[in-house]
Each structure stands twice: as C-alpha cells, then as structure tokens.
C-alpha cells in the first residue's frame, strides 16, 4: 500500500484519489480551496448562485461516462435540456449536440461533492512547499507544515503553480512550466425579469462573448433569472490586467446586443488559468525515481472528461510503479 499526497481536490485530483482508493492505496488530497472540484465550482451571492467556471460536462470516453451514470444514481448531475445556439455576429444557428449536456444538481461544485465522499481531504491547506527526506515526502501548507511522510506525491495544480512546486532536478518542472492556459473574464449578472432571449445558452465567435447562459435553466436550480457571461479566450489574454469594473463595463456592452435590460447585481471573476491548450495526449507524467508525478486538463483535453482521464492515468502509473 502506498501513501500518496496530492496537491489538488480538482477533478483530476478526485479521479486519482479515487482510483488509488479503489486499489487499497492510500491517497490524501490537499486542496488550497474550502471547496471541492477546482475549475468546476459554484459561487454564492445574496441574488442565488452562478455556476462560473465549468458550464457542463459532456462524457465521450466509455470510462468517464461510467462516473457520469455514478454521479446521476447519486443525484449528483443531471442533463441540461435547454436550447442551445451560436451566434455568428448576424444569426443564431441551433447546435444539437449527440452528447448528452451534464450538469451537477443542484450546482455543479455537487459533483466534486459527491466525488469527495470517503477520501481524506485537507481544504483551506495552500502547499507552499514540497520537501524529499529519508523517510518520504514531506509538504508544507500555508496553515502546518511537516505534513507526511508520503511515498509519492502528485500535483494537479494549473502548470505555473505546479511548476512553483516541483523541484528543479526532476524533469517534471520544466514541463509544468510549459504548459499553456486561456484566462477568461466571467461576469455573473442578476436580473430583476427575464430576458427575452430565445436560448439558454449560446456560443458567440466574432464577438468579445464566447458564451452566455440562463444559468437558473439548468435543472434543480434556484428561481430568479441569473446569466453566465465569458469573455472570449483571446481577449480575456489580451486584457487580463484590466480593472474588474472596466471588465465588467465591456462585458455587458458586449451583451447589451441581446438584451437592453440592466442586471440589479454583477459579479466579475477573472480566471488566470481557465482553458488549457489542448495536450499531447500523454495524459499524465510520472518520475519514478524522484516519486512525482504530474496531472491535470493540460496533459489532456481541456475539459472536465480531460481531467478526469488524465488523474485516472496518474494513478494507473503510480500503481505500475509500486
Ligand atoms: C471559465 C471556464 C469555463 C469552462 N467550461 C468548461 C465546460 O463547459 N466544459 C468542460 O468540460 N470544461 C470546462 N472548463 C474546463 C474545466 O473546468 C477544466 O478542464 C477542469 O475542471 C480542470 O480540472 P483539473 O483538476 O485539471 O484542474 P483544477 O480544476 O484547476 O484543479 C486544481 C486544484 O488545485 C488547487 N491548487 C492550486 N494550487 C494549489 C496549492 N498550492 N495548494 C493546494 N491546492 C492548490 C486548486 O484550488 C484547484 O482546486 C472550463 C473552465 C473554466 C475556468
């Protein structure tokens, strides 16, 4: 049985956690957040909550669609029957996915909920430290420190944050280092009456929008009339430093284009690392000998099922390993 620290309670950390569990070994996630899920998270306001990072899931690898009926069973997601579009700069074209749109009910932060349960977990614990001594690794957290000893430790953390921790002698930092993301600006946008919008979600190319939602028409959600706005990937980059309430002003501007009517209540959020360029489809790394590994979207696809996959990997390599 190997003890196995791991930096992360994102998604990808909870399908290696998980696996490693399922295989007797013992894994102890640490997660710098109070909540589960990382990227696929839920923000409370005084208006109701706004699902906004993640929007849904969609479940193509036969494995990860095995969590996915899981997690249904449990309650945990639902699928989003809304009507969905694009919009081109002049038209809305209906999108029909073949896909099944997944949702966590009744928030999506319920999925890393009910991924979570019988894993031990430390929340609120920042690693600021991991550390190799005779009898194991050793990490430090921002609350305690000198926690350990473990076998191995994984991290899951977006790559600059992975890269901050990894030690310059095992390879797996340099390609923390080179791992790409998309920031995206969110704005969260509370309204007094509903828009009168045909759809519940659209894509937007050619606009400063990528996507906009009703985020009160997912299933098992609140009432009130609550929109989701993202910014597109290439302008969030390009604006990243902006003030929140310039992001703000040019987010809605942008939306005023489908609706004249005025939010009562705006949250903004600036994602640093939001969207990871596509991977090369390793998947997951490990060094053997220094007892590492490294997982996430980014050695994957970058999505929920792409980190799903990539810290089930990094459990399958561990456990060839040990
Ligand atoms: C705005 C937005 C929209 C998206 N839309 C979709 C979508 O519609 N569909 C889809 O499938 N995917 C979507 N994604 C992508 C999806 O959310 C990610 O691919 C996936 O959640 C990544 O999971 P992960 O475990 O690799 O990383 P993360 O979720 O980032 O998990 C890493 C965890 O590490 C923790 N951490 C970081 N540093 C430390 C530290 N020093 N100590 C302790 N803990 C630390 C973080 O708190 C986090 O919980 C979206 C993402 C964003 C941001």
């Known amino acids: 049985m190997a003890s196995v620290a791991i930096i992360g309670a994102g998604i990808s950390g909870l399908a290696c956690a998980k696996t490693l569990s399922e295989n007797g070994h013992a894994p102890t996630l640490f997660d710098k957040s109070r909540g589960f899920g990382g990227r696929l998270c839920t923000k409370r306001t005084a208006l109701g909550r706004f699902d906004h990072g993640a929007q849904y899931i969609t479940a193509r690898d036969p494995r990860f669609d095995t969590v996915v009926q899981q997690l249904r069973a449990a309650d945990a997601v639902a699928a989003w029957d809304g009507r969905f579009g694009l919009f081109d700069g002049c038209d809305f074209q209906d999108t029909n996915l073949t896909t099944t749109r997944w949702v966590g009910t009744p928030r999506m932060s319920a ?12 929340l609120s614990h920042r690693i600021v430290a991991i550390r190799k001594q005779n009898d194991g690794w050793y990490l430090d957290a921002d609350v305690e420190s000198n926690l350990g000893p473990f076998d191995m430790v994984v991290v899951t953390c977006p790559g600059p944050q992975a890269a901050a921790l990894l030690p310059s002698y095992s390879f797996l930092r340099e390609v923390a280092d080179h791992l790409e993301y998309f920031p995206c600006w969110a704005a969260m ?42 910014a597109d990937p290439d302008w969030s980059r390009d604006n990243l430093e902006l003030n929140a309430a310039d992001a703000e002003r040019l987010i809605l501007d942008s939306f005023h284009e489908f609706s004249e009517s005025k939010p009562s209540q705006v949250y903004v959020h600036r994602w640093r690392y939001a969207l990871s360029v596509e991977g090369d489809g390793q998947a997951a790394l490990f060094d053997e000998q220094a007892g590492l590994g490294l997982c996430g979207d980014a050695l994957s696809t970058p999505k929920v099922e792409g980190a799903w996959l990539s810290g089930h990997k990094m459990a399958e390599l561990l456990m060839t390993a040990i």
């Open 111 to 122: 999925i890393g909920r009910a991924l979570s349960v019988g894993l031990p977990c430390h």
């Open 189 to 230: 946008c509370a309204y007094s009456e509903t828009l009168k919008i045909d759809y519940d979600g659209f894509h937007l190319n050619k606009s400063l929008l990528s996507w906009a939602c009703r985020d009160n028409s997912k299933p098992g959600r609140e009432p009130g009339e609550r929109w989701v706005l993202h």
